[in-house]
């Protein structure tokens, strides 16, 4: 089914998890329809994300703060920061994998919203729940494992898609934060889409005052999902 063809909803008001003392809401693709690589490649285009099978798309009214940002990869020049934390994970052997359930990735992703977002939404014990965030049935979704000789310090979710590589999900070992591993699974996404002649990597939303989700802009040049298209952002 072709997005046009879908319906959309809006969601009930609800607190805003990034800004304080704001009510968000979020323009919903129609739950019953299968989220399949074709129609979320093209949702993904249009500024949605996804929450397990879900497509979704901020729609709060008056507040217009976050926005969509993928990086157009064939263009990327990474700064001399991020150069150095690429060489510094020169020694990370990497595993794709298909998603399913790992009790080892599940630890170290408890591990990690215990230390990096402590009561946050995710911070639940519950294997059923961290599976449907990142499940989608109709979509190929990868686990990509990084490990130091054989212990694994981080994991990437990564859709496949036409549009380009979604970065949906990125969980790492708080106790490496001198590897800067977050900002290696970007870099290795990118040399990825890169490689496999993909056009984009979608980093989610990024939101200015938000520390959590501004450091979206340092990887340039990007581009912003703005009045309905994509624009160029810093280069």
């Not at 072709?2 to 609800?14: C, G, K, T, Y």
């Not at 990868?142 to 310090?153: K, M, N, P, S, T």
């Not at 979604?166 to 977050?182: A, I, K, V, W």
């Not at 802009?217 to 298209?229: D, S």
Request: hydrophobic letters at 35%; proline letters at 4%.
């Amino acid at each position: 089914m072709s997005v046009s063809d879908l319906s959309f909803f809006l969601s009930a008001s609800h607190e805003c998890s990034y800004l304080a003392d704001r009510e968000a809401a979020s323009l919903v693709a129609d739950p019953t329809i299968r989220l399949e690589t074709k129609n979320y490649s093209d949702l993904i285009q249009l500024g949605f994300r996804r929450s397990g099978g879900m497509a979704y798309r901020p729609h709060c009214g008056a507040c217009q703060a976050c926005i969509a940002i993928r990086i157009p990869v064939i263009n990327f020049h990474p700064s001399r920061g991020q150069r150095r934390i690429w060489k510094k994970n020169s020694d990370l052997e990497l595993t794709s994998l298909p998603l399913e359930f790992h009790e080892e990735h599940y630890q170290l992703y408890q591990h990690y919203q215990s230390i990096r977002h402590t009561g946050g939404s995710m911070d639940i014990d519950d294997r059923e729940k961290y599976m449907s965030f990142f499940a989608a049935d109709g979509l190929d979704t990868r686990l990509v494992e990084f490990r130091h000789e054989g212990i694994l310090l981080c994991v990437a979710v990564i859709d496949w898609l036409p549009a380009g590589l979604s970065s949906m999900y990125t969980f790492f070992d708080p106790e490496y934060e001198n590897r800067g591993l977050g900002v290696y699974a970007i870099l290795w996404q990118i040399m990825k889409a890169q490689e496999i002649a993909l056009p984009h990597v979608y980093l989610g939303y990024w939101i200015k005052d938000c520390t959590k989700m501004s450091y979206k802009t340092r990887y340039r040049p990007y581009e912003l999902f703005v009045r309905q298209q994509w624009l160029r952002g810093y280069d």
